[in-house]
């Protein structure tokens, strides 16, 4: 299982890097391939295992594409990945995805001169925030560092990697 899981990892990794998506055909293949190996080694208790890990996986991820700070593609591969890890080990997995790409984010404001810009937004946002009580998100420009997209598939493998490990060692 771990195996398969790691290899449509690697795909979609490569096609994020080269093609900026994340195919459907390959987060379908991994949510099918995890509904079947759970369903093969547990039977009815894994395939709702399996539904339960899509869904916390899908959950968690959903409401950073309704901020328009990810893909569809990266929330539909975080339902794979849940499906095939279930649903404790789609919790560590997705929290640590989310480090691991709040990691790289930070880094190309770093390298890209962007965290001072990002943080007198965020500062304006909460300003607002605590002024009126009501939430206003201000995007950043299109020529703003915090506008550069990264393909996030790159989190996700190294943080459902890193979950596998972790799992393993304890």
Request: charged share 10%; with cysteine.
């Amino acid at each position: 299982m771990i195996f398969v899981l790691l290899c449509l990892l690697a795909v979609a990794v490569w096609t994020d890097l080269t093609r900026h998506r994340i195919p459907n055909t390959l987060t379908l293949a991994m949510l099918v391939s995890g509904l079947g190996m759970q369903a093969w080694a547990a039977g009815a208790t894994g395939v709702l295992e399996a539904l339960g890990g899509a869904a916390i996986g899908l959950g968690i991820f959903l409401p950073f594409y309704l901020l328009r700070g990810m893909g569809a593609g990266d929330v539909k591969l975080m339902a794979g990945v849940g499906a095939c890890l279930g649903m404790h080990g789609v919790l560590l997995a997705a929290g640590l995805s989310l480090g691991i790409g709040s990691v790289i984010g930070l880094v190309l404001l770093l390298v890209h001169r962007g965290l001072k810009p990002a943080m007198q937004r965020y500062g304006s946002t909460l300003r607002y925030l605590a002024v009126t009580g009501k939430w206003s998100y201000v995007p950043p420009a299109s020529g703003e560092a915090a506008a550069i997209r990264f393909p996030y598939a790159i989190a996700i493998g190294l943080g459902t990697a890193a979950a596998l490990w972790w799992l393993a060692i304890l």
